[in-house]
């Protein structure tokens, strides 16, 4: 009987899905007999849950982004009277308006599930306590901190992207033994090296002018007209191209932005070539979303953070800061300013993007896949009894889903 590997995603931005890809295509090359379903679980819910989970998430970020960096970093806190409630009602909303995927998870036999999204590793982990799946389940956490709500019990193995986030969850209760630092996986495609005359004589690029990439993300959010406005009134001639991805209505108002003609500017929509443009670029401009940031690094391509969203963004922001792989413009008035002088100081951006390539963790995919595989080969069954031990307030603290 071939092994049977469920990867569940969901589609709160671009990140989880990409990473989940690059699980998908890892464990496809490993272990080519395996039946393998990768499942956004978003897909599943309801239309409702669907839009206050996904797009009323982003809409807070626009709206009240400091709400959203209040909340995240109470809630990386260990548990209080206030917050006890709070999880219970986050429970049982997912339990009520997730029950075509609950269905789906226990009509069915796994021989893993592994997690790139904290909230189908709640679903999975609860289910377990109530007996009604018995798989083990791998979380992947995919920034470059591990908060809270990605501690889901039982689970047999936690996958982080630095020692710092090991570093939580230990806080949290999960044994050293459990936790892998990996990186956080990227496609393949990043593990390929790529020079950049080449990449840019593949592109059509000149060989010889700047190049700078903008990034507005996948659902593109934050000021991205403003920032392409700054880029484009840099005094240096440049070669700048803005990916806006599936975003039609960013792309059509970067269009619109007359641009002076000592640049050479591109503007293009979603590309599966963003590995190319990455090895094309001198520098990229960019919020420091957890997989954006790690495809950087695996090009070895120095960062300009802008307007990271509170919480996680941050954190990862201040890893890279931390490590001399990225500056960070506070205000837009400071962009032209950062960008004039890292362009013009090559010491500084060889520091960099030494810098990065040490953080870079291509093979972060094959390393989750390889601690997967060793999992569920050698006797599962005992591993699995002891994973799901209860502890003693355990039960308490985590609701199951009925």
Not at 14 to 38: C, T, V, Y
Not at 95 to 124: M, Q, Y
Not at 278 to 294: C, E, I, N, Q, R
Request: hydrophobic share 40%.
């Amino acid at each position: 009987m071939s092994t049977r590997v469920l990867i569940l995603t969901a589609s709160v931005g671009s990140g989880h899905n990409r990473a989940a890809e690059a699980i998908d295509l890892a464990m496809r090359k490993q272990l080519p007999s395996a039946q393998i379903e990768r499942i956004d679980v978003l897909d599943l819910a309801n239309r409702l849950f669907r839009r206050c989970y996904a797009r009323g998430y982003f809409d807070l970020i626009a709206k009240a982004p400091h709400l959203i960096g209040y909340l995240y970093d109470r809630l990386d806190q260990p548990l209080t009277a206030w917050q006890r409630p709070i999880d219970h009602v986050r429970f049982g909303l997912q339990n009520l308006n997730l029950r075509s995927l609950i269905k789906k998870l226990a009509g069915d036999r796994w021989d893993i599930v592994i997690c790139t999204h904290f909230l189908p590793a709640e679903i999975v982990g609860a289910m377990r306590r109530a007996g009604r799946m018995h798989c083990p389940l791998a979380v992947v956490t995919t920034d470059f901190d591990t908060h809270r709500l990605w501690h889901s019990r039982p689970c047999e193995l936690f996958f982080t992207a630095t020692p710092e986030g090991k570093a939580n969850l230990t806080r949290w209760g999960v044994s050293p033994d459990q936790i892998c630092v990996t990186g956080i996986p990227v496609h393949p495609k990043f593990s390929q090296r790529r020079g950049k005359l080449v990449a840019r004589r593949e592109l059509g690029l000149d060989v010889h002018r700047p190049v700078v990439l903008q990034l507005s993300g996948g659902v593109g959010v934050g000021p991205i007209e403003q920032i392409h406005r700054e880029l484009i009134s840099i005094g240096t001639p440049l070669q700048i191209v803005a990916v806006t991805g599936r975003n039609q209505s960013v792309r059509s108002a970067l269009e619109a932005v007359d641009c002076p003609r000592q640049h050479d500017r591109r503007i293009i929509g979603f590309t599966d070539q963003i590995d190319v443009f990455m090895a094309a670029a001198d520098l990229v401009v960019t919020k420091p979303g957890g997989l954006t940031v790690s495809e950087s690094l695996c090009r070895g391509l120095p960062m300009v953070i802008v307007d990271p969203i509170p919480g996680q963004e941050t954190r990862n922001s201040d890893f890279l800061l931390e490590n001399g792989a990225a500056v960070k413009v506070n205000g837009l008035a400071t962009l032209k300013l950062k960008i004039e002088s890292l362009l013009t100081d090559e010491n500084r951006l060889d520091g960099m993007r030494e810098a990065a390539l040490r953080l870079a963790r291509p093979d972060a995919a094959e390393a989750v896949v390889d601690r997967c595989l060793a999992l569920i080969r050698p006797n599962p069954a005992v591993q699995l009894a002891e994973a799901e031990r209860p502890s003693r307030n355990f039960r308490r603290e985590q609701p199951v889903y009925l």
